[in-house]
């Protein structure tokens, strides 16, 4: 199929009408995530400010979180639009593996495909029609630009005098203002197309004109599996890697044609990487600090000038280069002071692991993967509606550093995921991250060590892989447990990180535990949301008590925010102080204390969110749940005796109908009910 092509004076006329953009990669990029400001959100991130772009939000499977990655991105990208020193450097993200760094690179290159695919952002290029009589290239006709140079480039360097150049600007209808915008990124022209085009001026004795005929505009292809406009040079080991993967070598095919050895055109730069995206792309660097010394040359020049250079040919191109790295191998590659002017050319994003756990159960369900799962017989495999919870949990502990005397793993995991903590506030959490910052050692800083995806992949594996799992036809939510066991045991060298995670791991259990509590709770009134409702009830009554209104029938009546609707409560003192009994508050003084902060958390929760329900108050919901459990059913000896020990018709009624409301109302299947039971009438010291 033949290019669409056009002239090179009707492209330009194009773009005077404002049908094309002649900008930068860095212009591009900033165009493409500025275009709406709508998008741009104030948000709280671990107890401060920051802000949250959509435009990274966007699609089936978008970045979760990864905030300050994004923010110090964009602020990367502004900079160098606005021609700042960062449009001289790449963009290097440093972290643990597993993190997202690569998965941030992909959603970005897929991003901008999308952008330039739209046409009025479509990038261009030119390509030169050999005319018969032309000597030097054998039996090549067509030449294109091997760099994807644009064509404003060629038109700023189609004179010999630029002043000549800005005059045919003129000629064509362009205001002096908007033509001499364009010199603000303007570059020489590669090797090999001034060295064809001095031949053209030579073969037509200078007629610019007759020159033009020869020049047609077409537009750069779109491929991720091309190369073009995004492209990716993954490290490989010495023996393989070779820098003509970046540059390109020189051709013997087109050695057979050209008879002039000076010619660059005889080097074939799209051998490399780095030519395909030159035209306005984006080069992705993976694991850029396991390269070799020469190949690391290569990007120091190419980094710094934006030039490819081979046998002192150089090609200009117009690039942004981000680049991935982990830990290990930025620290070895800072040892060596030699290699330091490669190092004064990157800006380096230290990407920690993600710590917000309901952000965790996003990704866990990018880690759990769409589509049904089957067991090792192609039954259809249930999955325990406590299993995202469960294993969100799991690894967000492990990625959370200690700081008892200040915040306990909960708090800091509440905090970190915008959710109360009790009297703990969001300042203690965004102290911690402060202080961590300046650890020299980056793996101590805040969620830079823990388990990552590719290890919760792994749990999700080996879970998946149990005999129970596959027998039960369900993956249940407490083997998450022995599973992250297993990969700690096998993935985890260090004995330090592994005796936190198993502590870690025995704090997750006790959540389990508490929702598990709410869970049956749940069952046993036959009701998907009744704690949540009972919760409310306790909220509202300790909010109707501090009315100054309230009188001697202690009803009062008050406005559902959720609902909109006006409605009655009489005030229980029994159950509300049975509550607060449960979280040990035994003094008048505390349980009027702890209504202030109940009175203060829903006044301000409000302002932001109409539907705010205290079911982040883990302490709170477990305490409800006790006092119901403990009231409703005291004369079967609790729940759990009643599920026990199901030797009598009512016991064995109620089991039934709790694991028929867990099956129809609550998204278990048989298996994980029964079992999900069978864990609430145990008793687990350690958690």
Known sequence: MRQVTTTLDNYLIELKEGKHHFENVFQSLARMIFNDKDNIKQIIVNGKNTYDFQKFREGKKHIIGLYDVINSFVAFIKDAAERGESKEMAFVLVGEPGNGKTFFVDYLSTMYRDFISVPENNKYTFKFILPDGLSGYGGIKEIESQSYEDPVILQMNLYDSPEQSKEEFLKLGFKEKSFLDFYENFRSLGADTEFILNDFRNFFNGDIAKVKECIEVVKIPISSTLGTITGKYPAKDKLTSSGVDLVGEESIQRLLHITNSNNPYRFDLRRGALARVGGGGVHFADEIFKNKTDLMKIYLGVIQNRVIEIDAFKWPIDTFIIATSNNTDVQNYRANGEEKPILDRCKFCYV????????????????????????????????????????????????????????????????????????????????????????????????????????????????????????????????????????????????????????????????????????????????????????????????????SDLGPDKIITYKDPQTGKTQPIKIDERFVNAVENELEMKTHEQKESFRGQIRKIYAQKLQTDKNYDFMDNVDLVKAVTDTRLNSDIASAGGLVGALANRTNEDNEKLYNRIVSTMANKLNYCKTCAEKTIEFFCTQDHQT
């Open 352 to 547: 920690s692991h993600n710590t917000n756990y309901k952000l965790q159960e996003e990704l866990t369900h990018y880690a759990l993967g769409g589509g049904i799962k089957t067991t090792f017989t192609g039954k259809e495999l249930h999955i325990d509606p406590n299993l995202i919870y469960t294993l969100s949990v799991v690894v967000t502990l492990s990625r959370l550093p200690r700081f008892e005397d200040k915040l306990t793993p909960v708090e800091m995991m509440k905090l970190a995921a915008g959710e109360v903590a009790g009297e703990k506030s969001a300042k203690a959490l965004a102290e911690i991250v402060e202080q961590l910052e300046h650890e020299s050692d980056l793996t101590k800083r805040f969620g830079q060590k823990g388990l990552g995806q590719r290890d919760l992949a792994r749990m999700i594996n080996t879970l998946r892989g149990f005999p129970e799992t596959n027998e039960g036809e369900c993956m249940f939510a407490l083997d998450v447990f022995k599973a992250a066991e297993d990969v700690i045991l096998d993935y985890v060298q260090d004995n330090n990180d592994r005796a936190k995670y198993f502590e870690d791991m025995k704090i997750a259990k006790g959540l389990y535990r508490k929702r598990i509590r709410t869970e049956m709770f749940n069952a046993f009134m036959d009701e998907p949301t009744a704690i949540k409702k009972d919760v409310m009830m306790y909220v509202n009554m300790v909010i109707g008590m501090g009315r």
